[in-house]
């Protein structure tokens, strides 16, 4: 039997069945009851579905913030190089279909869908605007524990000290890495000064609109008029 209860020792709803059901994704029992029009216990298990996977993600965003802090407490200036390492390859894979802003911020949205982040989107004349208020991964980590931050001012920090160095991926991925590939970022991103404050995204509809300020801040020159 499959059951929904909640845990006397962790005070949370966790799933108590039956030891032969335990292992039955929480997403196949919404599947079967949407397919057997229970649609009160399907949006029961779909709610509980997000929160086991919003746990999950949380945990890793904190592992990963924690292995950041951990490499920087030897060389700060190390968590460059492991970072690109990682996104080097990825935004070059990203890239080499050359997709246009709208393919970029169709994924990026997803990526904020799946962080289970708050966010809305504008579209302006010259670009378009994600405000997230918080951000599903760095965002949210900021507001809930403290956090380790940049000490001192790098391109790959934009140009800022003080930032946590969970977020600097976002500067290599979006920015850097793809300026040195394309000749610029797939967008920019504007960090709140506050964990309370939101982080902002803008894609602009033409690499030549990006403001010169942009690639300077990273350390680059626009090449694009």
């Known amino acids: 039997m499959i059951r929904l209860e909640k845990s006397e020792t ?11 059901e335990l292992a039955t994704s929480t997403w196949d029992l919404a599947r079967e009851a949407i397919q057997a029009g229970s649609i009160g216990k399907a949006l029961e298990f779909i709610e509980y579905g997000c929160a086991e996977t919003r746990t999950m993600h949380d945990t890793m965003i904190s592992v990963i913030d924690y292995a950041l802090t951990r490499l920087a407490s030897f060389n700060e200036e190390e968590i460059e190089g492991f970072l690109r390492q990682r996104y080097s390859p990825m935004m070059g894979d990203w890239l080499s279909n050359a997709p246009g802003v709208e393919e970029n911020l169709y994924r990026c ?91 902002t995204q803008l894609y602009y509809k033409k690499p030549e609109l990006i403001p010169e300020k942009y690639f300077t801040r990273v350390g680059k020159i626009k090449t694009i008029k």
């Open 10 to 20: 962790s005070q949370k709803i966790i799933r108590q069945d039956d030891i032969a």
């Open 109 to 199: 949205a997803e990526y904020q869908r799946s962080h289970f982040g708050d966010f809305t989107i504008q579209d302006e004349p010259d670009r378009y605007v994600i405000r997230c208020d918080p951000c599903g991964s760095g965002g949210r980590l900021r507001r809930t524990r403290s956090v380790q931050t940049t000490k001192k001012a790098y391109a790959w920090s934009w140009g800022k000290e003080d930032i946590p160095y969970y977020c600097i991926h976002c500067c290599l991925m979006h920015e850097i890495i793809p300026i040195e590939i394309q000749g610029y970022p797939v967008r920019v991103t504007l960090i709140g000064d506050k964990p309370t404050d939101p982080c």
